[in-house]
């Protein structure tokens, strides 16, 4: 078994480690199955290893004999590492070497997509789709750049990098269900005849016509955040237990507007909260931001109608505080530092909602 700690490798460790070269040169299928589970799993490292692999296929169309000191050599070159001294024949063969370089990449990259087999952990809590064939169809994304894929109903999906969406050619007649591994943002043509369902290993999202991403990468929380619409958010485990237990009440997260949840591995739960970048939901005129000596609570009311977010304060401890500004160029939290700042208060964002603390101001 390969113990070997890949993430602290650079491109001219690649190119020079026994297990890639087997990989790359032998074309060894036990070391090919490693290394493509691991390039999922590390997406990050796409870049050197595509570079590094393009690199030893330049090195094979010429000589793949090469000793260790050679090796190193041109790899430290392409590092761009500074070598002053080398011998006319390697500094020749590595202008070779680089003018076939971008094709082999190319080609790798294809031949990578084109064969590029899932993990087989990353499919077994796929759902079992109930049409009579179960026939279904997977695209998987290697590519730098998103794809959009249009489902049969309508349905909008943006498929990101390095990211698996399963689901059948033909919906059932009563739900709507994909399988997602990685990430992607869904824009769902609305049935309330057909909810649609988006399974990933840990959490099942439900909806019925809105828009949200879905973040299932490898070595992250799970996460849905929520751009337009409503949305319902359950653990596949709570899931299951309700069904089996026949549970009436929903077991679910409800997630509306810059709101998201993320799912913790470790404590299995749900953990709602407001997106990093909340984004107006409505349009206001520059002129409802500008005030002057005004009562703070009008200011709270707009954050609450401009965002969608519930802004909770002691009215009474408060009553005596007034606010004079101009919040039209901020981001929610830049104008909310202000008004605690002007106010003396502090905020916390709590359950996807925002708490003020206040002692209140004097007249």
Known sequence: MNTTDYTKFDFEDFAQDEYFRKWVIDRDVQAENFWTTWLFENPMFVDKVQLAKAFLYALEEKDTSLDKASLEMITDEVAGQSIQLKPFWQRTFWRVAASILFFLALGWWYQVSSNFTVPKKQLETAPVFSNSNNDFIEKRNLD????????????????YPFSILRYPKEFESTKREVYLAGKAFFDVMKNVKKPFWVYTDHISTQVLGTSFLVNSMKNKNVSVEVKTGKVSVYTRKDQERAKQNL?????GVVLTPNQKVDYSTQEERLLKSIVEQPVALINLPITDFIFDEEPVSEAFSLLERMYGITVIFDNKAMENCYLTANLSDESLFKKLDLICKITHSTYEKTDAQIIIHSEGCLK
């Open 247 to 251: 549970y009436k009440e929903s077991v």
């Open 144 to 159: 730098t750049i998103i794809q959009k894929i249009i489902l049969a109903d309508g349905t909008t999906v943006t498929l």
